[in-house]
């Protein structure tokens, strides 16, 4: 019967057959206003803003990750690829990432390629848009331009195991006053007293540059695979206590090697596990590692 709907006299009146009430017409307006307005927000922030969510750049295989000719994540770092424009291939497994900290000048862009050799990560920059899940056999690939000076902490927001809380690490983006304080310091641990190789068994501690008081508060950060007292644990971290290591060292070539840790394919790594940048605290100063060093040294019997 649908041809009489045509004929004249038969068409339906919309106040008849159709009614809306009042408070449905505002409401379908409304929820088509909010539509519009959360579309127009999500294309001015693509297009003008330049926030996008982070895409897989490639996948990769995790069992080769540290394979040098298979990866550029077998040693990882920070590259300029062009005036204020910098990559960094940044490597995450428990319970840290390589590297722990990035420098670049004020006013670059950087891109940052994340991959896991193990399980899975996650990789987020304070006070910036970059956050995104760090998976094994994924690359992830985010860019981000820093316009202000300072420090910015980077974290692994998945728990990952047991040390999750010690995985994190920072960008540290640098003005002229910042570079000259960092060469400053630099300076002065090189002229710092080093203590004198370690003397003959069962002779007193070696003295220290550093205050082991200040180390003492710090060494929460060691104490967590070393044991409370140095006393070490097995399967994570050496005995200070007994270490023949730190004893034959100086204070300024102990503060080197924690700057830079043992990593696994290290073959003077003994035990298998690595021992990250800083113990995994990049925050540490060279000052802050001194100190460290002066407490470890009192704990050697
Ligand atoms: Cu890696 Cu949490």
Redesign the pocket.
């Known amino acids: 019967m649908s041809a009489g709907l045509h004929e004249p006299g038969n068409e339906p009146t919309t106040h008849e057959t159709l009614h809306i009430d009042w408070w449905e017409s505002l409401w379908i307006r409304i929820s088509t206003v909010v539509l519009i307005c959360f579309s127009a927000a999500v294309f001015y922030a693509t297009t003008q803003l330049g926030i996008q969510v982070p895409g897989v750049h490639m996948r990769i295989d995790p069992t080769t990750v540290n394979d040098p000719a298979k990866s550029p994540f077998a040693n990882p770092q920070v590259t300029q690829i062009a005036e204020g424009e910098y990559e960094a291939y940044v490597r ?1 497994q ?2 840290l990432f390589t590297p722990a900290e990035i420098r670049i000048p004020v006013g670059s862009k950087l891109t940052m390629y994340v991959t896991s050799q193990d ?1 899975q ?2 990789f987020k920059i304070d006070r910036t848009n970059v956050n995104v899940m760090v998976l094994p056999g994924q690359v992830s690939k985010m860019s981000h331009t820093f316009t202000e000076a300072g420090i910015y902490n980077f974290i ?6 047991v040390g ?1 809380h010690t ?1 994190f690490g920072r960008i540290i983006v640098e003005d002229e006053a910042m570079i000259a304080a960092a060469t400053a310091t630099a300076e002065a641990v090189a002229a710092a007293p080093t203590a004198a190789p370690a003397a003959a068994e069962g002779a007193a501690p070696v003295a220290s540059a550093g205050d082991a008081e200040k180390g003492k508060a710090l060494f929460v950060t060691c104490a967590a695979c070393h044991g409370p007292n140095g006393e070490g644990v097995t399967g994570l971290g050496k005995p200070f206590t007994t270490s023949e290591f730190i004893a034959s060292k100086t204070d300024a070539e102990l503060v080197e090697f924690l700057k830079v840790g043992r990593a696994v394919g290290d073959p003077l790594n003994t035990t298998g596990v690595a021992m990250p940048p800083k113990g995994g605290n990049p925050a540490l100063t060279d000052q802050e590692l001194l100190d460290l060093v002066a407490f470890v040294r009192t704990l050697h019997q």
């Open positions: 995450s428990i319970w399980v990560h996650g692994c927001h998945e728990y990952c195991g999750h995985m």
